[in-house]
């Protein structure tokens, strides 16, 4: 017993540090862009109470319809790191290429919905006075749809090969150019007008395009892809490797739907509720993505590490893989959670001299920080299950955690109840909670060898072959 144990704790710490040195980047990538958020909501409070309200509510219905072809993207990492672990990097190219087609695609969807969206603001109930900032802050911000599904398309391809370091610069340069632009447009400097909410879409909408170019200028220029030949023709779509990747992807997308419409619809019918309780929520909401980019970051890479084990039939690889993932989140949502709850004040004040926001905000945090624990635990559960490509299942459990409990009685107590914003955030902790005990008991029973020796005797053949093309 006592050897056995020895021989699995050098295997186990090994791969907590390659997952942290694969997840650094990711992780900073990612709080790069919820510092996107941080800047947006940080302009926009200081420019009037009604802009931070406009920017809530249009950012809430910009990443709503953006989380499916964010998540149906998120097809390409385990596809990509199955092929690589099983030998077939020669294959990658030309499904790259393919994703490139289904990140167009879901592009003109998206551009669609938000050309038409704005027109619902007053239907849905949102207060007069914050209807003319977000339709502003929506008609700037589709511009830059297509570079942003463009840009996960890339970043996905990357990561998936174990390079993460791109998603970190890039994401953090991108705070050099949305922060200038953002404040000359918002508050009409340098000869430009006065545009507010609007001044910020735009700023934000070029700010993905800067990001998208470069990153295919490191993808083209890259040495370590070079015998991929990413760029090296034109391919036509191909349906059955659009399909496929769709049959992976579109789960994850919905599934990633159903977490993050429950915050965004949650903002909405806070919206109802006036301004102060719209601004409160927005800047309590935006702290807590800022704590989640971590475990977000994490769950990457542990489903980079759990498609390569996969792809390798390394059978235990992938729960060690896991496992390690598990350990690292642990720790850093209880930095979070301490953090959120010590200096609930301290953090309130970059966002709003408004007492009343401030207040309320500041009580939301306390909220915020109950819920580290079963978010982080969650994301590394969902991620974990996409290495594996179990993702319809996962679907299915998440809906109803969210759906099914966390907005029924987040609702009922904020608005049937009056408990007014603190009832909503009940529900998202109870959502999360109940997401985080089924995703991570799913995950324990599709990582027994036996299931995953007979998912990868089905799966490995199935990721898109295309030799034949190539």
Known sequence: MSSHSSSVRPGLSGEIRTTALLAAPLVAGHVSTGLIGFIDNVLAGHHSTTTLASVTI??????????????????????????????????????????????????????????????????????????????????????????????????????????????????????????????????????????????????????????????????????????????????????????????????????????????????????????????????????????????????????VRVGHSLGRNDLHGVRRAAAAGYAIVLCTQLVSGIVLFSASDFLVGFYTADAAVATLAASLLLYAAAFQFPDGIQVLSAGALRGLKDTKVPMLLAALAYWGIGMPLGAGLGLGLGWGPKGMWIGLIAGLTVASILLCTRFVRSSHPHRIAERAARQVPQVPALQAEA
């Open 58 to 303: 249009g950012t809430a219905l910009w990443w709503l319809p953006m989380m499916i072809p964010i998540g149906t993207l998120l097809s390409v990492p385990p596809s990509v790191s199955q092929l690589d672990g099983a030998g077939r990097r020669g294959e990658i190219g030309a499904l790259f290429r393919q994703a490139l087609w289904l990140a167009l695609g879901l592009g003109v969807l998206l551009f669609a919905f938000l050309t038409f969206i704005p027109h619902a603001l007053g239907p849905m109930g949102m207060a007069p006075e914050i209807i003319p900032g977000a339709r502003d802050f929506l008609h700037g911000i589709r511009w830059g749809v297509f570079a942003l599904t463009l840009f996960f398309c890339m970043r996905y391809l990357a990561e998936g090969l174990h390079w993460t370091l791109p998603t970190m610069l890039i994401s953090a340069g991108s705070l050099l150019v949305l922060l200038p632009i953002g404040y000359v447009l918002t508050f009409g400097k340098l000869g430009f007008p006065e545009m507010g909410a609007g001044g910020l879409g735009i700023a934000s909408a070029i700010m993905l395009w800067i990001e998208a170019f470069a990153f295919a200028v490191v993808l083209w220029k890259a040495k370590r892809f070079a015998d991929l030949k990413l760029f090296e023709r034109f391919d036509p779509p191909n349906w059955p490797t659009i399909r496929g990747l769709l049959a992976t992807g579109l789960p994850i997308g919905v599934t990633v739907l159903m977490e993050g419409s429950l915050f965004i619809v949650t903002a909405l019918l806070i919206g109802r509720l006036g301004e102060v309780p719209a601004a409160a929520h927005q800047i309590a909401i935006n702290l807590s993505a800022l704590c989640f980019m971590i475990p977000m970051g994490l769950a990457e890479a542990t489903t």
